[in-house]
């Protein structure tokens, strides 16, 4: 089932990103994390279809996606070519990638653009979460550093909430290198929900497999193997 949505505003979040507010005439009602699909025909009127997932959290009738331009991306360069009062048919919000237990500490990891659920499920965590919330980001640059002014006043606002950034190609006084090497000495009891590229997703599932987190405690979109492997 699909539905039409309206652009009602367009921010550039980083060099490569834009964030897409829509609003439609429904109240979006969805489990944090889930994703939506962008849905049209291309120009050779193949139907594509695309997943985008939703940071924020239910309750209005607005959606807000942040997506980033690939040059060879066909949707990612469809929705940056869009503008403000623009129709976009969207999906159906589905998806497995959804906060479990509220009362459990939790840590969420993530890369890139993988940071869209990981926003939702934080906003929803510290609004129904008894425990704690460790956030982990890796981008390559600064600049690359997805919604770093909201994560930096949730975690001054939230006791409950602590914030760690690392970049993978430029040198700063934080710290460097893949984010899911920074892992060492976490709470093996928390649960981990993690999201980006495949490769980051495989390697960071398998360093906390290393570090004692039960698999039951991970949790991920659960495609990424089959995508390294094919």
Known sequence: MTFEATITSIHRMTPQVKQFVLEADRTFEFDPGQHTTVQFEDDDGEEVVRPYTPT???????ITLAIKRYDDGTA???????EVGDGVTLGELEGNLTLRDPDTDIGLLSTGTGITPMMALLKRYLEVG???VQFCYGAQRQAEIMYRETLDQLSTEHEN???????????????????????DGIDVDRHWYVCGVPEMVVEAKDRLAELGV??????????EEDEIEA
């Open 56 to 62: 924020n959290t239910p309750g209005s009738n607005a």
């Open 161 to 183: 909430c602590s914030v760690l950034y690392s970049l993978s190609d430029e040198e700063w006084d934080g710290p460097t290198g893949h984010v899911q090497s920074h892992l």
């Open 130 to 132: 008894s425990g704690d």
């Open 76 to 82: 990612s360069v469809y929705m940056h070519d869009r």
């Open 214 to 223: 039960p698999d039951e405690h991970v949790f991920s979109e659960g495609w």
